[in-house]
């Protein structure tokens, strides 16, 4: 469906994205993670052909953005992170007069209204003015701009980004209703949200692609790794004789000392590249010193995790 190809984009001598390259099948519903900065709306708005790349190219049904941007730009709806709405318009109007931007037939025109207002949940609030809406409400009324003309591909760029709790559960399960029929691009930098919605995760960290995987995928590495913290009552234990005595357990762990918060421990991060729960082992390990354990537990990497891992810096 959709083919990046070294895309590249600078601004001035900045790079802000640099040299990616994505596959996008049809169907599927991509998330674009990354921290705020890291290159997601440059890529998006390349994507829609709202900007020029500096290099590179994006295929859409093998259609070069650089060849037919507006044959490509007829493919897909696109809502950017604030909704462009006319705030003194009814709901009602504003969508009517977007239906004829978009060359829809006067025939046609209210039964896609009336189709629209029920998948974006608008139908009690098509007689109010736009003004009057909760962010959540725009968010929704942008969403039924975009899909509009019924596009086979749908851009969204942090459409949670401001919303409560309850407006996020709503645009996600809107989100995952049209992905049974479209292909779905949405950025965002809570994790939580990709995982709940996506397919497949793509991670963005200056300008680069650091993560590309299945959303399960990506699961089953974090569960696959673990750290497990150990604090010892200090009284006749070394720690370099602690980390010794451990790593002859397995070439699985690394044991690194940390400070404790009690003067009377001594503190231990344990990490294994092991699913096995290792906790028994190392009881036993510690038992046979005589070592006083105070804490030993067990702390699974979660998908934050792996962002953060990725995402922090050089």
């Not at 809502?79 to 978009?102: F, G, Q, T, W």
């Not at 998908?303 to 922090?312: A, D, Q, R, V, Y």
Request: net charge neutral.
């Amino acid at each position: 469906m959709i083919q990046v190809k070294n895309l590249t984009k600078y601004y001035d001598s900045f790079c802000a994205v640099d040299g990616i390259n994505l596959e996008i099948k049809n169907g599927e519903i991509l998330g674009l993670l990354g921290p705020n900065g890291a290159g997601k709306t440059t890529t998006l708005r390349m994507l829609t052909g709202f900007f020029k790349p500096t290099a590179g190219d994006i295929l859409v049904k093998n259609i070069s953005i650089l060849d037919d941007s507006l044959k490509v730009k007829e493919l897909i709806g696109y809502l950017p992170e604030s909704a462009p709405l006319y705030h003194n318009m009814l709901v009602y109007d504003y969508l009517c007069y977007v239906a004829k931007i978009r060359k829809i037939k006067n025939e046609h025109i209210q039964s896609r209204l009336k189709e629209l207002s029920e998948l974006c949940g608008l139908s009690s609030i098509m007689h109010k003015s736009i003004y009057e809406l909760s962010k959540g409400l725009k968010q929704r009324v942008g969403l039924a701009h975009a899909m509009m003309s019924d596009p086979e591909i749908l851009i969204l760029d942090e459409p949670t980004s401001g919303l409560d709790p309850n407006q996020i559960a709503e645009i996600r399960q809107i989100i995952k209703r049209i992905g049974k029929e479209k292909t779905i691009i949405f950025s965002t930098h809570i994790l939580s949200e990709a995982e709940a919605t996506c397919d497949r995760i793509v991670i963005i960290n200056k300008g680069k692609i650091v993560a590309d995987d299945s959303t399960q995928t990506l699961k089953n590495r974090a569960s696959s790794n673990s750290n497990i913290q150990l604090s010892l009552y200090s009284d006749g234990v070394d720690s370099d004789q602690v980390v010794n005595h451990l790593k002859s357990l397995t070439t699985e762990i690394d044991v690194i000392t940390k400070e404790s918060a009690e003067k009377n421990l001594v503190s231990f991060d344990i990490y294994s590249s092991s699913s096995k729960d290792l906790r028994r082992d190392i009881y036993l390990k510690i038992k046979e010193r005589d070592w006083i354990i105070a804490q030993l537990t067990q702390k699974s990497q979660t998908l934050e995790s792996i962002f953060h891992e990725l995402t922090k810096g050089d």
